[in-house]
């Protein structure tokens, strides 16, 4: 099952959204539909909800919202009671709803506050329905007939745009027609999110191009690693420690479009162990070897991800290894060192352009490792005693 985020400001559309991936085949999980599902009549959390704030809060075997409110809002304490009741019922309902649907190919969570609530971890790809908050307002303030002020409030309470950025995956612009939207949200589910289920589903990694270096200026490598690391750690736990390393880990540095990340673990064996969550999140992977140079070679664990619109190299070394000293310490001395940056990044052009014709990248990284070996001797040299 590939689990997807969905989420917008309010104003943006993101129904309309989630309707095209319904029509597309998705199921989809409404978040509003739960909250309202659980405090519906004859549900537990009812009974729960009346011993907390009064019998007051019930009418006629149902909610009455507003009595709720007006008990629920009027301190902090009385509020953390309303979320510690209202929350774990919210998740066992929502939990529910995803082994229901555990044979789906794509699941789509459409949570409004998945920003706000940190949940974004928890998908293997997030969407954010994208529209500037002035559209924002006059849509509220038309199809829903809110008077400006109130429109204003709302927008305000939620997480703004640079927060969403920085957690979610795919924008889809929102801005336009429906007919766009709906050509965008096609473009995506052929292009991304039917071959990413598909791999997932088969334990497959994506296919890759040939070698292709990209100017870094305008990319976002380090808020996409840091993305990509929290969901490694919600998938596995926080207890291992997981670095952004290679070239996309270097400010300035031109680099092939593919993220690496080393994962550090005690031993071979724990590695091993990980390799069934790894795969269910995405990264499957097999026994491998760094190659240290004058035939020596050093055992590790090789993953990269299912996902055809993100490419990700996990690399999960032993803590104590040549090859994750030599990974970290070489990261430094390239964000450190102009000199030797500019240096490696002339050998990365000329190799490029060496197996630009090349059908895979294995060929451009094979004619690197002799600088390595260099770097190696300067960087772990007891690794050479």
Not at 96 to 122: C, G, I, K, Q, T
Not at 158 to 166: G, I, L, M
Request: with cysteine; glycine share 8%.
């Amino acid at each position: 099952m590939l689990k997807i985020g969905l989420t917008g400001g309010i104003g943006a559309g993101k129904s309309t959204v989630s309707e095209i991936l319904a029509a597309h085949g998705a199921v989809i999980i409404d978040a509003d539909k739960i909250a309202r599902e659980v405090v519906a009549p004859g549900e537990p959390l009812l009974e729960e909800l009346a011993k907390r704030f009064g019998e007051d809060v019930i009418t006629g075997g149902g909610l009455d919202r507003g009595q709720l409110a007006a008990a629920a809002f009027v301190d902090e304490e009385s509020t953390d009671a309303l979320n510690a009741l209202m929350h774990p019922a919210i998740r066992d309902r929502t939990l529910e709803h995803f082994a229901r649907h555990s044979d789906a190919e794509v699941v789509v969570h459409d949570v409004p506050l998945l920003v706000e609530n940190a949940m974004a971890p928890a998908y293997h790809l997030n969407l954010l329905v994208d529209v500037p908050s002035d559209l924002r307002l006059q849509r509220l303030m038309s199809a829903r007939g809110m008077d400006r002020a109130d429109a204003q409030s709302r927008i305000a309470r939620q997480a703004d745009d640079e927060e969403r950025y920085a957690v979610c995956d795919v924008i889809i612009d929102n801005a336009g027609s429906v007919n766009q939207t709906q050509e965008r949200v096609a473009r995506l589910l052929d292009d991304r999110i039917l071959p990413f289920a598909a791999n997932l589903e088969a334990q497959r990694r994506a296919a890759r191009g040939p070698v292709e270096l990209v100017d870094p200026t305008d990319q976002d490598w380090q808020m996409q690693a840091q993305r990509i690391i929290a969901k490694l750690h919600h998938g596995i736990g926080s207890r291992l420690r997981i670095d952004h390393i290679g070239s996309t880990a270097v400010p300035g540095l031109a680099a092939k479009d593919v993220i690496d990340l080393q994962l550090l673990v005690p031993d071979l064996d724990t590695a091993r162990g990980l390799s069934d969550t790894l795969a269910d999140l995405g990264y499957p992977g097999d026994d491998a070897v760094d190659n240290l140079g004058q035939g020596q070679f050093e055992s590790k664990r090789f993953h990269a991800n299912t996902d055809p619109g993100r490419a990700v190299n996990l690399h999960v070394r032993t803590e104590d290894s040549v090859g994750a000293v030599f990974a970290q310490e070489f990261v430094e001395l390239m964000r450190t060192d102009s000199a030797e940056r500019e240096k490696y990044a002339q050998v990365k052009r000329t190799l490029a352009d060496d197996h630009a014709r090349d059908a895979h990248t294995a060929g451009y990284a094979d004619a690197k490792e002799p600088y390595f070996l260099t770097m190696r001797r300067r960087l772990v040299p007891a690794s050479f005693d």
